[in-house]
């Protein structure tokens, strides 16, 4: 049972929580396939090939292993790989990669997302903690937000417990008083708990909670079942 009073400040989820993620980044590939296409063209037709793109990233990932939690370096170097592979020049990963960085912030919110962000920010200090690149400056959404954490920035992700810990830090909170929000069971849920926060699960699919070991302590269809119960 989640117990409000024990709130002092909320740690927040993006990609899937806020707004859907894939949409976001098929529409972010789409713009960087139709930059790639009048400057390397043969990558373009290399990517075409789902099981070249797939082999491309798996081999991007294997040599930056060391930065899995950066998604924006493995998407640039797999650009770069890319762009080797087809013969093109690899000096446009960079360029290529913030076509792709940019469209990835053009976000199409969930409907409860901004009137949530209003009612919980006017309550309680909110932390945005991602395993994404989302920049919630470039998304437009600062404004909500005391402060900021991703896996990223921090050199770890989600679900180490450290990571709760730091964005709760942020805003000078401890574990057992931050509520975490998130909609990725393990991540989000598994990650948050094992921190030591009340986790509210965000399951807008309807899925069944796959873990024995720790239970949400409330589970909502949308962020406005949230709100309605904390403000
Ligand atoms: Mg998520």
Redesign the pocket.
């Known amino acids: 049972m989640l117990n409000p009073s024990r709130i002092k400040a909320i740690t927040l989820?993006?990609?899937?929580?806020l707004w859907p993620?894939w949409p976001t980044i098929a529409r972010a590939e789409t713009a960087l396939t139709n930059w790639l296409a009048d400057r390397a063209p043969a990558t373009v037709g290399l990517l075409a090939q789902p099981e070249v793109k797939r082999q491309i990233r798996a081999d991007t990932e294997a040599q930056f292993a060391h930065l899995a939690h950066d998604l924006g370096v493995i998407r640039r170097e797999a650009i770069r790989l890319a762009l080797q592979r087809a013969g093109d020049d690899p000096a446009l990963a960079e360029p290529a990669f913030e076509v792709f960085f940019d469209a990835r912030h053009q976000v199409d919110l969930f409907a409860d997302a901004l009137p949530a962000l209003e009612a919980l920010s006017a309550r309680y200090p909110l932390v945005a903690l991602?395993?994404?690149n989302a920049d919630i400056g470039r998304v437009g959404l600062a404004r909500y937000f005391k402060g900021a954490l991703s896996a990223r920035d921090f050199g770890v992700g989600k679900p180490d417990p450290r990571i709760f810990h730091a964005a709760a830090a942020l805003v000078g909170t401890a574990a057992e008083d931050t509520l975490h929000v998130?909609?990725?069971a393990h991540?989000?849920g598994v990650g948050g708990l094992g921190a030591g926060m009340q986790f509210v699960w965000?399951n807008r699919a309807g899925h069944d909670w796959a873990h024995a070991s720790c239970q949400p302590h409330l589970t909502v269809a949308d962020l406005q079942t949230l709100v309605d119960r904390l403000v």
Do not use: P
């Not at 989820?13 to 929580?17: K, N, Q, S």
């Open positions: 989820d993006l990609d899937d929580t993620i991602t395993n994404g998130g909609d990725d991540l989000d965000v």
